[in-house]
C-alpha cells in the first residue's frame, strides 16, 4: 500500500524497520524468552559433570550389594537336607524353603532399590539421564553381586561332600541357591527407576514458566490468548520533510474535502 499524491509515492513501512508480522524474526532484545541459561551451571551440569556422578552413582550402588548379600543369607530360610548313606532326599519333600529364599532375595531387592532411589534423587536431584542410567546399571550390578555373595558365603555347593562329612540320617542345610536368576536380579533397578521418577515428577526441580510481560515481547508477538496470526494494524506513512502531509494532518491537498487550488 501507498499514498499518492501524484508526484511521490512512499512506502509505508521504513525501509529500516523490520517487518512485524515475519516469523523468521528474533525476539525482542529484552524479551526473557531469549534468554538461554549458560551451560555448566549448577542448575544445568555439562556432560562431563554428570559422567562423574553417574560413575559414582554406579560404584556405589553395586557396593551396596555385598550388604543385600549379607542380609539374605542372614535371612533366607534353610533348605534341611538328609541322606540314608546312598542318596540324598528333602527332609521335608512338601517344604517351601527353596522358594522362600527367592521371595526374600526379592524383597530385600526392592527395599534396597526404594533407598538407593531416594538417596540419589536427594543428593543428585538435578542429575540427567546419565545419573539414571548410572543408577539402573549398579541396581543390577548390585544385585548379582549380592547373589554370588550369598551364595560364597552359605552353604558349600559340594552336596555330597557335605553328606559324607554329616554321615547318614543327620540333616544338613542345602546350599543358598537363587532359582529365578534374572527376575530377582531386575526388581532392584526396576523398582529405583519407578521410585526415581515418582519423586521427580512430585518434587524434581521446574522450568520457569515464560514471562509474557516481558518488555518489548507482549507488542511484537501478542499477549496470551491473542492469535499471532491476526492482522496488526498498519504503520502510519512515512514520509520526508516536505514529501507531503505526515500522520494526522488531513486529507492530501487536490483530493475531495482538501483545501487545495481547484
Known sequence: MAWHDGTVTAPLTPPHQPNPHDPWQAPPSGSHLA??????????????????????????????????GLLWLWLAPRVPLVSDGSAVFLENSEGEEAIGADGTFVLLAAGFGVLSAAAVFWRL?????LVVVGLALGGVLGSLLAWR???????????????????EGVVFDAPLELHAVVVAVLVWPFVALGLHLLLTAAF????????????GWSSYYGGPGEDPGAPKPAAG???EPGAGPGPGSGPAPGTPGGSGAS
Open 35 to 68: 534468554t538461554v541459561p549458560a551451560s555448566g551451571s549448577p542448575d544445568d551440569p555439562d556432560t562431563a559433570t554428570e559422567l562423574r556422578q553417574a560413575a559414582v552413582v554406579v560404584a556405589l550402588v553395586a557396593l551396596a550389594g555385598i550388604a543385600l
Open 125 to 129: 536431584r538435578r542429575g540427567g539421564v
Open 149 to 167: 555373595v550369598g551364595v560364597w558365603l552359605g552353604p558349600s555347593s559340594d552336596v555330597v561332600a557335605r553328606a559324607r562329612e554329616a554321615g
Open 204 to 215: 524434581g526441580p521446574r522450568e520457569p514458566e515464560p514471562e509474557w510481560a516481558g518488555p
Open 237 to 239: 506513512p512515512w514520509t
